[in-house]
């Protein structure tokens, strides 16, 4: 018999890759996606768990205003820590050997006081996104110790992939570098170049998920790459797949950068600021490399290679 995976948030970067993973195991998977379920509705995730008590669940839904959490702070709640609130409990009730997987993010870092971060790092969440993670991996954490539920808290950094929504500054570069490429853009415009993130590929963070939930106890896992970049070199790296080199010139909302003829191909503009930058965010993958021998196997510049590549053509 096929195993039983439920993913919500199927239709997301993370969940159409996890699919896609789970589909090749061999897996029965019931995606959940917006149209078809509310997982803020406790009676829907009630009956969803009592339905198919399924082998595997991953959480992997959350209301999409990470960039603007006052805009709707009881939705905010409602889908960060509420819902897996409900499906822990529905787990409990109707399906106890289940293996739980919520998608926890760095945003609970916050005000991070040390870097690298790990499963130990103190969470100091900075906005209603991060709060409500933070409910969430706390609950995990309940009720793995004291109601013995099989539940892995994933923290997950930076992940992307040609899936990723264009809001993120990784697909924002590729796709305009792309239109470059085709003459249909002149230039980028961004705003911090400095800010240094930690990313991996989609694919890598998802096979990090499953085989969280193949592990012989639950546990808290940092899902990262490990490493550092800037926006600066993400945007470096996006140039050299198209072929061109650039060179840059200026400071702060004054910089930019050219290409070998002397063209502005990108450009540093206010407009794209953070009222508040979120602090250096990267990984400490430790844990996870020791006791699940899980690594990230696609590297940062074969991510932008792809990334690019797939927006060209
Ligand atoms: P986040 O880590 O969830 O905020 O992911 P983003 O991809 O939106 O942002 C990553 C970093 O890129 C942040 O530090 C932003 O300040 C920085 N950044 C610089 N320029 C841009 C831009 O034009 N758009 C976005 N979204 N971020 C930018």
């Known amino acids: 018999m096929s195993k039983v995976a439920v993913i919500t948030g199927v239709e997301g970067q993370d969940g159409s890759y996890l699919k896609e993973l789970l589909d090749a ?28 008590k399924p082998d595997e669940f991953y959480n992997l839904a959350s209301i999409a205003t990470v960039a603007r959490p006052w805009d709707k702070p009881l939705e905010t709640i409602a889908s960060t820590g509420l819902a897996p609130l409900y499906m822990l409990e529905a787990i409990k009730e109707f399906s106890p050997r289940t293996r739980f997987f919520q998608a926890s993010s760095a945003e609970m870092y916050g005000a991070v006081t040390e870097s690298p971060q790990g499963e130990h790092t103190p969470f100091r969440p900075q906005n209603l996104y991060g709060i409500g993670k933070l409910m969430a991996h706390n609950l995990l954490e309940a009720y793995r110790r004291d109601q013995k539920l099989f539940a892995v808290s994933g923290i997950l950094f930076n992940h992307e992939s040609p899936r990723r929504r264009e809001e993120f500054v990784t697909r924002k570069i590729t796709n305009t570098f792309a239109k470059i490429k085709k003459s249909e853009a002149e230039e980028l415009v961004v705003g911090n170049v400095n800010a240094k993130r930690d990313w991996t590929h989609a694919k890598d963070t998802v096979r990090a998920m499953w085989m969280s939930l193949q592990a012989e106890k639950s546990d808290s896992y940092v899902i990262a790459s490990g490493a550092v970049h800037t926006v600066r070199e993400f945007i470096e790296a996006a140039a050299k797949v198209i072929g061109m080199t650039l060179t840059w010139e200026g400071e702060a909302e004054g910089e930019v950068a050219r290409d070998e003829g002397g063209k502005v191909r990108a450009r540093v503009s206010p407009e794209f600021y953070r009222p508040v930058e979120t602090h250096v965010r990267q990984g400490d993958i430790s844990k996870i490399q020791r006791e699940l021998t899980w690594r990230p196997e696609i590297s940062f510049e074969n991510l932008v290679r792809e990334m690019v590549e797939s927006d060209v053509s």
């Open 25 to 52: 195991k061999g897996y029965s998977v019931r995606g959940v996606d917006r149209e078809d379920g509310d997982v803020t509705d406790r009676e829907f995730v009630r009956a969803l768990v009592k339905e198919t």
